[in-house]
């Protein structure tokens, strides 16, 4: 939440929501750390848990035994840095896979609210009962919150989720989702450059030797389904918190 929020602290507070705020040092001055819900949903509402993070071993165990069944599966399975320590698929039944998304919207003509938000993979339910709300604010075009410190403890908390939670849960977090103007906040090319310049960092698609608008299924900016690691890094930019995170490589963000 921005700083300007005491009307929102209250309203949280008289709904009871105030025991799953954590303050934060910065503009952006509480977060909702996915370590609390998932604590509170499997400790107080398991039938809820079961479903909205697809929490259930067998499932899980399938869901990893696929995504390693294949070379492409194999290949993001060697660059994450939890995963690629070789756990089996039964090891990991009780892990649930976590995805992250950020999007902006207007909020007035020089402003904009920011939304970030995690789900598990494997969730089932509607939008309101599976993505959960982990951090939003309000920027001004002219002056933008820095927001470093909230990506920092979001990014810290995922880590920690890892080493398990609850009885015998665990969670890792797989991908980051956001359109093209938020993964070029997160350190991808901006694509609202002119010229025959590299527009994505995973792939060498531009405005003509490689065409971008071309969605046939064997254009050539399909092939490979990522860049190597060192033309991924090189096509990339900026400091953003999830850029200099562990998890930013080619197959994972």
Known sequence: MGSNNELEINLLGTLGFNNLLEPIPGQVSHIILPSTMLNWLSRDIPGKFKLCMGADPDRLRRFWADLFSSSVGQEFRNAHPFLSSGQSPEQLQRCIPITIHEDAAPYSKR???TTVSWHSVLGEGSDWETRIMAMTWVSDTDNPL???HCWHRLLQDFEQLENGFGDGWSATLLWGIGDLEQT???????????GDTVLCPWCNANRTTVPFTDLRPDALFRDPPWLPEDNFQANCRGNHPLRQSRY??????
Not at 184 to 194: C, E, I, L, N, S
Not at 248 to 253: G, K, S
């Open 184 to 194: 070029v906040k997160w350190g991808a090319p901006d694509f609202r450059v002119a």
């Open 248 to 253: 930013w490589n080619a197959p994972l963000v």
């Open 111 to 113: 402003r904009s609210v």
């Open 146 to 148: 820095d927001v470093t």
